[in-house]
């Protein structure tokens, strides 16, 4: 593997060679992704210094925004077990080819991750650290089973959205290291093989194809979300459009996952109690309940007749309505009558659904959702209510 000696020639060379060679390759890559490549920054007194523990790099590239939300918190966790720096990744948005490369910080603060492990984005790593002590020629790929097919290498860049990633941040694999070590380093056994084996003086970057972590989020991460703080560019259109239609009145907030490509993934979690986030509600209740269609997919009268119920019970008159795809509005409003108002935004940015779900004062969700969970993590913080189609009037 890599020496010691071999980084601190490539750190001498590359101010001279390495800053012209990624100049070319951004002339080369602009438009991937409908995005510029991301550029080399020039290391200043204010730039951030090399952390000797190591790193943790990885593409958060499962699924759209509540899958990666929910593999961010358990990547954040293995970092800080393992005592390496955490390379905050950006989130990918999605459809595909339109896929884009979001830096954390325009949705979410960085400021409140540093309150529990050291952290740096992946574009100050890139810009300011990379360069010098992760430079191209050195950069190993790590492959955690399952392997790929041809067992060559880590085939980092296969399939999207990896590719599109890996090129946004220029970045190109020179050796692959193959591991059957699981990310599960809450296990001694396990932590103390990644410590053993992977020291950070011959191996200071863990880069991973997708996030070294489990999904669904496991229990004892789901604490970590205290530490997701939007940022004001999410607040603030919440806050304005909350302020312009929901004047201060209580809300209950629902959330409908009624895409085709959840009806159809809804077949395969029917009749089971371990499916997506389940976990988040289904712990909730006796152990003989298990995934129904009215749980996982519940037709739109349905859900309007439990918020009905759910407005009655907590004498609420606004409703706001976030969903994956335009909902009946017609249908709630036939079941819920003129004394209930219904708002729904369809912002561009589903990120603001979360915000105004999040301080509904009472919530309506999808029982296997990520999108839904997440929402779930941030009101269990603050003790608020949270309710489940298919799943009101059962006894937990």
């Known amino acids: 593997m890599h020496s010691t000696f071999k980084i601190s020639i490539f750190r001498f060379l590359i101010s001279s060679l390495v800053l012209c060679s990624v100049s070319l390759c951004d002339e080369l890559a602009v438009g991937l992704g409908g995005q510029e490549p991301i550029t080399v920054g020039i290391a200043t ?23 990666q939300a929910s593999h961010f918190l358990g990547a954040l966790a293995y970092a800080k077990k393992l005592d390496r720096t955490f390379v905050v990744p950006p989130f990918i948005t999605y459809p595909y080819p339109l896929q884009k490369v979001v830096p954390f910080e325009e949705w979410f603060e960085v400021a409140p991750l540093k309150e529990y492990h050291r952290v740096i984005t992946m574009e100050d790593f890139m810009a300011h650290l990379a360069p010098a002590n992760w430079p191209p020629g050195n950069r190993t790929a790590y492959c955690v089973q399952p392997f790929p097919k041809d ?18 941040y220029n ?15 809450d296990v001694s056994v396990v932590y103390s093989t990644w410590k053993e084996r992977y020291p950070p003086t011959t191996h200071p970057v863990l880069a991973f194809k997708g996030a070294p972590a489990s999904f669904p989020v496991r229990p004892g991460h789901r604490g970590l979300h205290k530490y997701m703080k939007w940022s004001s560019a999410i ?11 929901i004047r201060g009145r209580p809300y209950v907030g629902i959330h409908l996952r009624i895409g085709s490509d959840w009806s159809n993934g809804c077949k395969h ?4 109690r371990h499916f997506m986030e389940s976990g988040h509600c289904l712990e909730d209740f006796p152990v003989d309940i ?5 749980i996982c997919y519940p037709s739109t009268r349905q859900m309007a007749l439990e918020t009905r119920e759910i407005c009655d019970i907590h004498n609420i008159s606004v409703v706001y309505i976030s969903s994956d795809n335009p909902p009946n509005i017609q249908e709630f409003e036939s079941v819920l009558g003129h004394d209930i108002r219904i708002f729904w935004m369809n912002p561009e940015r589903p990120q603001v ?11 309506i969700g999808n029982c296997p959702s990520s999108f839904t969970a997440f929402v779930r993590r941030s009101r ?17």
């Open 151 to 168: 067992g060559k290498d880590c085939s980092m860049k296969e399939g999207n959205p990896f590719g599109m990633f890996w090129n946004h």
């Open 171 to 185: 970045v190109d694999f020179d050796e692959h290291e193959f591991t059957r070590l699981s990310y599960d380093v």
């Open 269 to 272: 979690g029917i009749g089971n």
């Open 353 to 363: 659904d979360l915000y105004i779900l999040e301080r509904s004062a009472v919530f």
């Open 380 to 396: 269990d913080l603050t003790g608020q209510k949270v309710y489940y189609w298919g799943l009101i009037n059962k006894e937990t």
């Open 235 to 245: 607040a603030d259109v919440a806050e304005e459009y909350m302020e312009e239609n």
């Open 290 to 294: 298990i995934l129904t269609e009215e």
């Open 45 to 67: 007194s204010d730039s951030p210094k090399w952390d000797e523990k190591g790193y943790v790099l990885f593409c958060l590239c499962m699924g759209r925004f509540g899958n």
